[in-house]
């Protein structure tokens, strides 16, 4: 009784993994489909200023760290995996109002763990999208990164959105 009590007042935000486990099932798929269809470094122009570019990141974002000797890889997959743990740690204890937030979390979560997925089994990242302007060009990025800029960029935005007094009607 005292567990349903208390689920009743925080409110589970674990229920929000659903969405984490969208934003794994489409990278992977969106991954697997760029794979199959791409030729590596061979742009395909979908619009001005945007290409379909098979490329493999080796490091974090930006390919920082993509020349290491290779010791990135484990390095990115465990911090990946423990952030992941603390990630769904914070989903647990969010309130019940905290809905905004959670969405935010899952779909950090959900980004590191689609690309925990291909360094683990690839050694890469795969990316695939690919912006540029002129002779600029954005790095390519996949859509696990895309859910983790969104979900992030929500954290950012939330600590403009609510007063800092944890009401229960700011969410």
Known sequence: MDAAMSESTTGSKLKWL???????????????????ML???????????????????TGAAFSFLAEAAGWQRWFFVTL???????????????????TWIAIAVALILGGALGNVYDRVVHGYVVDFLHFYWQDWHFPAFNLADTAITIGAAMMILDMFRKPDDGAEGSN
């Open 80 to 98: 990946a995996l423990v952030v992941s743990v603390v990630l769904v740690v914070w989903l647990k204890r969010l309130k019940h109002h905290e």
């Open 39 to 57: 030729t590596y470094g061979d742009p395909v122009p979908v619009m001005p200023m945007f290409n379909l570019t098979l490329l493999h990141n």
């Open 18 to 36: 659903w969405l984490a486990v969208l934003v794994v099932v489409i990278d992977l798929g969106t991954k697997a489909m760029a794979t199959a």
